[in-house]
């Protein structure tokens, strides 16, 4: 049980288009859900949590308007990079929390975006 | 804000040797420690967490990390490694904030298993 999926696996698109990137919890639902950044040999970063029928809260230096966030029921979150650059090329991966669940984060397989 | 520190970028060990991967943390409270590895893209598996009680916790695949609140670390320990284990490691503390936990990760440990 517990498994996140991730869709596309992978991405490449021209610069100045927009990729979405979807996050579904399989066999659980998840009120919570966390979008995060993996540069090459990096850590991953936080970018923003998610919450199933409200706003995003994004971390700071991230971009809302260009990280769209969508997070409409509570098995599925989007993430939508609008006009990407090829300084968006990176590993994203995100994690869902299950609803009435503490603390326990759940993580999907990752999207690799390239951007040319 | 926490931090999360793992000095070893990089570890080597012989197959069957015993491991030991360090990670300290900077909380202001008892923290929630995580220890999860990934396979080169994939995304994360949870080795094992710890929370509160016993502070030796004992995780999958045969892994034990143990909190050590005096010396603010919680190493991952392993007896014998196997050649699947070759992966990276990431520590990651977690914000006990009912609703809204975040995880702040180290950056990692990279670890190489020699036959």
């Known amino acids: 049980g517990a498994v996140v999926s991730q869709h596309p696996s992978w991405v490449i698109c021209k610069s100045g288009t927009s990729v979405k990137i979807e996050c579904r919890s399989l066999?659980?639902?998840?009120?919570?859900m966390f979008w995060y950044r993996q540069f090459p040999k990096q850590s991953l970063m936080l970018m923003a949590t998610?919450?199933?029928?409200?706003?995003?809260?994004?971390e700071q230096g991230v971009e809302k308007d260009k990280f769209l966030i969508n997070h409409a029921s509570l098995t599925l979150s989007t993430l939508t990079v609008t006009s990407a650059h090829p300084e968006d090329s990176s590993f994203y991966i995100c994690?869902?929390?299950?609803?009435?669940?503490?603390?326990?984060?759940?993580f999907g397989p990752g999207t690799r975006l390239t951007v040319l | 804000a926490q931090s999360v520190t793992q000095p070893d970028i990089h570890i080597t060990v012989s197959e069957g040797a015993s491991l030991e991967l360090r990670c300290n943390y900077s909380y202001g409270a008892t923290p929630y420690l995580f220890w999860y590895v990934q396979s080169p893209g994939q995304g994360l598996q949870l080795l094992l967490k710890y929370f509160s009680g016993d502070t030796l916790v004992q995780g999958i695949k045969g892994f034990e990390a143990e909190f050590k609140r005096s010396q603010s670390s919680f190493n991952l320990r392993k007896p014998s490694v196997h050649w699947s284990d070759a992966a990276e490691y990431f520590c990651?503390?977690?914000?006990?904030?009912?609703?809204?936990?975040?995880?702040?990760f180290g950056t990692g440990t990279r670890l190489t298993i020699i036959p």
């Open positions: 994690s869902a929390r299950p609803s009435g669940a503490y603390n326990e984060q759940f």
């Open positions: 066999d659980f639902q998840a009120t919570t």
């Open positions: 990651a503390v977690g914000e006990p904030n009912f609703g809204n936990e975040k995880l702040t």
């Open positions: 998610s919450n199933e029928g409200s706003k995003a809260t994004y």
